[in-house]
């Protein structure tokens, strides 16, 4: 029951920062107008970098060793790759021009699926995905805001409602992977290693394009940051 009681406050802090995000973006103007468009690219990249970084320091590791350095790891990341390319296509992400939506659809199912997963085993990167998985979800929420928004012209209040339900997947994937995967780290493996496939395709694929400004430099140091970020929270774990 603890460990029921823990996915579920990881799972719902993590997925409370998609609306969080949502109501800071609602905010109509953020001074000039072109800091308010420096801080949409800083975020994205921001966005970007703890994806890269939760992939680099969390996903992968974990996953190639619940799969005890099985080679089998490599296919498992290509097809996750590939799966998200025809997840893609098939919603015809790209001609409604709303990545940063089903992007943060895509990337947060299953790692709270692995979260839950992770928690199962008792494993001590478990808050520390959930912190990763928290703070993209805040630069997300952010920019999927101002897509929802622009997009379906709906009001600001409306659209923080339908952002605030998405909350509710984080614990039904957390306690399917929980219920699931416990008893099959080699399974557990193989979705980290799939997301971290699908995770890498959307950064380079959406991410990563929308986050560049000409002659500016706040977006790609975002991405630093972001990445430094992941990297600093691998680093006191392993510490602790």
């Known amino acids: 029951m603890d460990e029921v009681a823990a996915i579920l406050f990881l799972t719902v802090a993590a997925g409370a920062c998609i609306p969080l995000g949502g109501f800071i973006a609602s905010f109509e103007h953020i001074h000039a107008r072109w800091l308010e468009q420096e801080l949409r690219h800083f975020l994205i990249a921001l966005g970007g970098g703890i994806l890269l970084g939760a992939v ?3 996903l992968v590791p974990e996953g190639v060793a619940s799969m ?3 080679i089998l ?3 498992i990341v290509l097809a996750g790759g590939l799966a998200f390319f025809l997840i893609e296509r098939a919603l015809g992400l790209r001609r409604r021009e709303a990545p940063q939506v089903m992007g943060m659809l895509l990337d947060y199912v299953p790692e709270a699926i692995a979260l839950g997963g992770l928690v199962a085993l008792s494993s ?3 808050p520390l995905l959930a912190l990763l998985i928290g703070l993209q979800n805040l630069p997300e929420g952010f920019n999927a805001f101002r ?3 622009a997009l379906r012209r709906r009001s600001a209040r409306r659209t923080l409602l339908i952002m605030g339900s998405l909350v509710a997947i984080g614990p039904v ?5 929980y219920f699931l995967l416990s008893d099959y780290p080699a399974g557990l493996g193989a979705i980290m290693l799939f997301a971290s496939g699908g995770i890498l395709y959307l950064i380079f694929q959406d ?4 986050s560049r400004l000409n002659r500016h430099w706040a977006p790609p140091l975002g991405a630093v940051v972001g990445f430094s970020v992941a990297l600093f929270g691998d680093m006191v774990v392993r510490v602790g």
Do not use: D, R, W
């Open 73 to 75: 790891a490599i296919p």
């Open 68 to 70: 005890q350095g099985s």
């Open 173 to 177: 994937a957390g306690l399917l992977g």
């Open 56 to 58: 680099a320091v969390v």
């Open 124 to 126: 001590p990167v478990a």
């Open 147 to 149: 897509e929802l928004h």
């Open 207 to 210: 991410i990563a394009p929308q």
